[in-house]
């Protein structure tokens, strides 16, 4: 069953894309901008790049119900996150530092959440009733990255 409010909001983005699509340079003018602000110093937006949700499946056979998102922070870094029922496991990639300092949490929009450490090549398992929306939030140092909430 489709959240009402999802449907709309995905109806208000297509028809904004169709008759009135941001103009060419907007997103690298904002990070830009925010840049420009330092703002980025105390929080991040964790930017979702890919979501194999929105890809057409593979034709073969399987049982595969893994949902694979694909973040990027601004400082270089990545976040790959699988999400297979209530198993949430993944990996941050080209981050230069101290993995095991660094803590991914996964929350749900009804507050609940759930937090690992990185063991020392990046890789993260966790166990968390991922329903509705989900978002992820990486700690590194005093920089903290957040996601904006996905639907699962």
Request: glycine share 6%; no cysteine; aromatic share 8%.
């Amino acid at each position: 069953m489709t959240d009402p409010d999802a449907a709309l909001l995905e109806e208000l983005r297509d028809m904004w894309t169709t008759y009135d699509p941001p103009p060419a340079g907007l997103v690298a003018t904002m990070i830009a901008a925010v840049a420009a602000a330092e703002i980025d110093d105390e929080w991040e937006m964790l930017v979702l790049v890919r979501d194999s949700a929105r890809e057409e499946t593979a034709q073969v056979r399987g049982l595969a119900t893994a949902r694979v998102l694909w973040f990027t922070a601004a400082q270089g870094w990545s976040l790959e996150a699988e999400i297979d029922g209530d198993e949430v496991r993944g990996q941050l990639l080209d981050l230069d530092g101290d993995m095991a300092a660094v803590e991914v949490s996964v929350e749900t929009a009804d507050g609940r959440s759930w937090s690992t450490a990185l063991d020392e090549v990046g890789f993260f398992a966790l166990t968390a009733e991922t329903s509705g929306s989900v978002r992820f939030t990486v700690r590194v140092g005093d920089t903290t990255s957040t996601s904006r909430w996905v639907a699962v």
